[in-house]
């Protein structure tokens, strides 16, 4: 199994960044796929980003796509995300997650992955 740690959340005006961190331990971090969910109170947990285990290929949610950049380090066994122009519609628990047989085609899916961190806060304000 993979531990993994969410770092970087935090209250930003509209319009503002964010860069997420999500630290990893246990295993062989380049044996995972990676993925950011996010859930806003009384919502679904909802797929946000994800990359492949060499970072080769990566995936984004319809709302994110141009404002948000996923990335990842294997060498330092840690994932990213940069949030740009932030909107108040982002405010959210922000997860990242592991699945150790992703595929382009399940990288959306959220119940393929295996391993969670405990989330990270986001609030946008207007």
């Known amino acids: 199994q993979v531990q993994l740690v969410e770092s970087g959340g935090g209250l930003v005006q509209a319009g503002g960044s964010l860069r997420l961190s999500c630290a990893a331990s246990?295993?062989?971090?380049?044996?995972?796929?990676m993925g950011w969910f996010r859930q806003a109170p009384g919502k679904d947990r909802e797929f946000v980003a994800a990359?492949?285990?060499?970072?080769?290929?990566?995936n984004y949610a319809d709302s994110v796509k141009g404002r948000f950049t996923i990335s990842r380090d294997n060498a330092k066994n840690t994932m990213y995300l940069q949030m740009n122009n932030l909107k108040p519609e982002d405010t959210a628990v922000y997860y990242c997650a592991a699945d150790p047989t992703m595929t382009t085609a399940t990288m959306k899916i959220r119940a393929r992955y295996a391993n969670w961190g405990q989330g990270t806060q986001v609030t946008v304000s207007s």
């Open positions: 246990g295993r062989t971090f380049s044996s995972y796929g």
């Open positions: 990359i492949t285990k060499l970072g080769s290929n990566s």
